[in-house]
C-alpha cells in the first residue's frame, strides 16, 4: 500500500510530505496532487481530462484520501491516522448551517471528491459513490478499529484515538454473535469466551452461538 513501506525512514518521508503538502484542515479536504496541472509543459495524461482543483486533478479524490490514512495507521501513527479520517468523514461536513452551505450534498453518504479550487473550496462532488464507501468502512473497520476477517479467523490489530479507553463491536458470523469489547491494558491480549488466545485473532463458528470476545490493547508510540 506504502510505498517505501519496507524503509521506514522513507516511509517517513513520504507521510511527512504528504502531510505537509496535502492535508488542507482548513477546506476539511486531502488533495490528491499540489499545485494542480493547469498549463503544464507536458502533458500529464488522463488526469488533464479534468479542470484544475478537481477529482484527480488536485482536488480530494477520496478513495487516495482513504487510502493515506490508512498509511499512517499501517506505519503506527494511529492517532493522525484518526485525525485523517475525522478531515475527510462527510459527516463533519454537515456539522453546522456553515459547512453545509460549503459542502452542498448529502453529508450522510461518501462523496468520490471534495473541489480544492475557490470558490468552490469544500464542496462535494458525485455522492453516493460505492468505491470511496467501501474503502472508507474498510479504512474504519480493518486500518482504525483493527478487526480484519482471514477466512474464517477474525484478528485484531485495534488502535484507540486518545479519547478513548474502550469500544464495543457486535460482529455477526452467520447464526453467531461475537461481542467483542476493546479496551487500553498493560499487556495486550485476546479472549473468546473467557480463554485466551495464542494470537490476536479468533476462529469463528457458524453454531448459533453467542460468544465474548475481549480484547486488550498496549499502550503505543501514540498514547
Known amino acids: 500500500m506504502l510505498s517505501g513501506a519496507g524503509d521506514p525512514q522513507r516511509a517517513k518521508l513520504?507521510?511527512?510530505?504528504?502531510?505537509?503538502?496535502?492535508?488542507?484542515?482548513?477546506?476539511?479536504?486531502?488533495?490528491?496532487?499540489?499545485?494542480?496541472?493547469?498549463?503544464?509543459?507536458?502533458?500529464?495524461?488522463?488526469?488533464?481530462?479534468?479542470?484544475?482543483?478537481?477529482?484527480?486533478?488536485g482536488g480530494q479524490y477520496t478513495h487516495a484520501a482513504v487510502w493515506a490514512a490508512m498509511a499512517f495507521a499501517?506505519?503506527?501513527?494511529?492517532?493522525?491516522?484518526?485525525?485523517?479520517f475525522d478531515l475527510i468523514n462527510p459527516v463533519r461536513h454537515g456539522d453546522s448551517a456553515e459547512s453545509i452551505a460549503t459542502y452542498r450534498v448529502e453529508p450522510y453518504v461518501a462523496a468520490a471528491d471534495v473541489l480544492a479550487v475557490p470558490p468552490h473550496v469544500g464542496r462535494g462532488g458525485w455522492t453516493w459513490y460505492t468505491g470511496s464507501a467501501a474503502w472508507?468502512?474498510?479504512?474504519?473497520?480493518?486500518?482504525?478499529?483493527?478487526?480484519?476477517?482471514?477466512?474464517?479467523?477474525?484478528?485484531f490489530a485495534p488502535t484507540l484515538p486518545?479519547?478513548?479507553?474502550?469500544?464495543?463491536?457486535?460482529?455477526?458470523?452467520?447464526?453467531?454473535?461475537?461481542?467483542?469489547?476493546?479496551?487500553?491494558?498493560?499487556?495486550?491480549?485476546?479472549?473468546?469466551?473467557?480463554?485466551?488466545?495464542?494470537d490476536a485473532c479468533i476462529e469463528l463458528h457458524d453454531d448459533q452461538g453467542t460468544h465474548r470476545v475481549e480484547v486488550i490493547v498496549a499502550p503505543t508510540m501514540d498514547d
Do not use: C
Open 14 to 57: 513520504a507521510l511527512d510530505a504528504l502531510d505537509r503538502h496535502l492535508v488542507k484542515p482548513e477546506a476539511r479536504l486531502l488533495a490528491l496532487l499540489e499545485p494542480p496541472f493547469d498549463r503544464p509543459d507536458r502533458d500529464p495524461g488522463y488526469i488533464r481530462g479534468y479542470v484544475p482543483g478537481v477529482r484527480e486533478n
Open 74 to 84: 499501517q506505519v503506527g501513527r494511529s492517532q493522525r491516522a484518526w485525525e485523517l
Open 136 to 155: 472508507m468502512y474498510r479504512l474504519i473497520l480493518e486500518s482504525l478499529l483493527g478487526i480484519r476477517r482471514e477466512g474464517t479467523m477474525l484478528r
Open 162 to 198: 486518545t479519547a478513548w479507553a474502550s469500544f464495543n463491536v457486535r460482529y455477526r458470523f452467520g447464526a453467531s454473535m461475537y461481542e467483542i469489547e476493546v479496551r487500553r491494558g498493560a499487556t495486550a491480549h485476546v479472549q473468546l469466551d473467557g480463554t485466551p488466545q495464542a
